[in-house]
C-alpha cells in the first residue's frame, strides 16, 4: 500500500501553494481536489499545472470528486455529463488515473433508482475508460440509496463495469451503516480506491465531514481494515482526507506534515 494525501485536508490552501508545501513535508503522491485545479486553469494553463506538479516532485494518482452523474434526468443529466466528459479530458492530459464519483441526493430512493444508477455508472466507467480513467464509487452515509459499502458493490456488480470499483472511505464506512461482515466483499478486483481519516468524541450518527481528525487520534479500529487490505494483496494507495475546518486553519505546513 502507497500513501497518498487529498487535497481537501488543505482544502483552504490554493492548488499552487499545495504543491511545494506537500513536498516539502514528503508527499508526493496527492488525491487532486478538483475544484482547486479548476480555480486554478481559470487564470493558468494545464501544462503550467503540469510543469508546477513536475518540479515538485508531485505526481495525481486520483482526483476528487464528481457528482451528478448515477440518478441526474433531462437537463440536468446533460449538464453533469458535459462536466465530466471535461473533467475526464483534464485527468488524461495530466495521467490522472482515478476519478471518485459521489451518489447522488434524492428524497428518497425507489428501485427504480437503483436499476437507473446501475446503468449510469457502467456508461460513466465505459466512458471513464476511453480516457484512461478509472472510476471509483464512493458510498456516503448520508445517502438516501448507496449509504453502505454492501450497495457500492452491488451497484458496481450490477453495473458490469470492469473499470469501475468502491472508493471505501473509512469515515462513512464507521459512521454509516455499513457493517463489519461487508468488508470480506472487498476485493483487489472491486477496489479502487481508500481514504482514512479519525473520529473522537462525537457520536457517530451527529458526526460530519467537519469532525474527521487525523487517523490514529480518535476511534476507529483502523487496524482490521489495514490487515485486510494487506490479505487480499491491495497495493493501491491509501489516502488521508481530513476535512476538518479546524485543521484548515493552521499553517499549511503543520496540516501537511
Not at 479502487?192 to 451527529?206: F, I, K, N
Request: aromatic letters at 8%.
Amino acid at each position: 500500500m502507497k500513501p497518498c494525501i487529498s487535497q481537501a485536508t488543505t482544502l483552504r490552501n490554493s492548488f499552487e501553494a499545495d504543491l511545494p508545501m506537500l513536498s516539502r513535508n514528503g508527499w508526493t503522491d496527492v488525491e487532486i481536489w478538483l475544484t482547486k485545479l479548476e480555480t486554478f486553469l481559470q487564470s493558468h494553463s494545464l501544462a503550467e499545472a503540469r510543469s508546477m506538479m513536475a518540479a515538485d516532485g508531485i505526481k495525481a494518482v486520483a482526483a476528487s470528486s464528481q457528482g451528478g452523474l448515477l440518478l441526474s434526468r433531462g437537463g440536468e443529466r446533460a449538464s453533469h455529463w458535459d462536466h465530466f466528459r471535461h473533467r475526464l479530458t483534464l485527468l488524461a492530459e495530466l495521467g490522472v488515473p482515478a476519478l471518485v464519483i459521489t451518489p447522488d441526493f434524492v428524497p428518497q430512493a425507489s428501485a427504480d433508482d437503483y436499476l437507473h444508477a446501475a446503468a449510469a455508472l457502467g456508461e460513466a466507467a465505459e466512458l471513464a475508460s476511453t480516457f484512461g480513467v478509472r472510476i471509483a464509487l464512493e458510498f456516503q452515509k448520508t445517502s438516501p440509496f448507496c449509504a453502505c459499502l454492501e450497495t457500492a458493490i452491488a451497484l458496481i456488480e450490477q453495473s458490469g463495469a470492469v473499470n469501475a470499483g468502491v472508493c471505501f472511505d473509512v469515515f462513512h464506512y464507521y459512521t454509516g451503516p455499513s457493517k463489519p461482515e461487508d468488508l470480506a466483499q472487498v476485493t483487489p478486483q472491486n477496489l479502487a480506491w481508500v481514504q482514512v481519516s479519525d473520529l473522537s468524541g462525537t457520536p457517530r450518527e451527529l458526526a460530519g465531514d467537519g469532525d474527521r481528525i487525523l487517523p490514529g487520534d480518535g476511534d476507529f479500529q483502523l487496524g482490521p481494515i489495514i490487515e485486510h487490505l494487506g490479505r487480499i494483496g491491495y497495493d493501491g494507495h491509501v489516502s488521508l482526507e481530513v476535512l476538518n475546518p479546524h485543521l484548515w486553519q493552521v499553517a499549511p505546513d503543520q496540516a501537511g506534515s
